[in-house]
């Protein structure tokens, strides 16, 4: 989220960048929300299922084309305004939100709507997170972190994007981190999705040490289906003794660990 001048701003908030689910009880904790899933990434998890979103798409005849029902971030906003006696919740997704410039946009618009916002997010990103929190207008009510692995296995394994190939992941996760617990307890999560040879017991130790103790990690089965990475698709998932044991094991180390 680079600097962007207002007429700019403007003009996004017109285009067809992401895809709205209209209303979603189980996206935000406690509150009858729509979630708004903006295309674009920075990484490529290969067990990735929204290829459309992650990939982007760069032009009109891409967006015709396309299986997703692309809107605007302004039709979201009008969608939300007729909605307001009835929803209390807005989820901006994606991809990863905070590399689109409409989001800070979204995030004051909503909240000014009487909405409370939940932002998900791939953690890599702290120093666009942290120009979001450190302003009322766009600071998020709730965030979603998805931690994928050991950082030491994401330049290898999650596939960042050109520029984002040398980075220090555990550098970057780690202040992520520090950031979304400055919400309280309540109010930030940790998700890891539980992908076979992706996320195994010496994962789950390494990704612990860097997760607050309090903090609410919530984890989730792999879906072998529609992988960016087609080889996933061949990945069984794990079984349910093996998903009891990696939780278990999870909840050792932090408390809060727990299978959705």
Known sequence: MAETSNNTINELLTKSTGVL???TLVDFPGKVASAYFLRGCNLRCPYCYNVELVKGISNATQVEESNQQFVSPVQVLEHLFKRKNVMNGLVISGGEPLLNPVTPELIK????????VKLDTNGTLPLLLEKLLSDPETRPDFIAMDFKTSPSRYNTEIKPVANFIHADFNELIKASINLIKTLGKENYEIRTVLVPGLVEKADIKNMASIIPQDASW????????NCIDTAYNEIAPYIDAQLKELTDYANSFIPGAALR
């Open 21 to 23: 689910i209209k209303t």
């Open 109 to 116: 618009q909503a909240k000014k709507m009487g909405y409370s």
């Open 218 to 225: 919530q984890l989730a089965q792999f879906r072998n289906e």
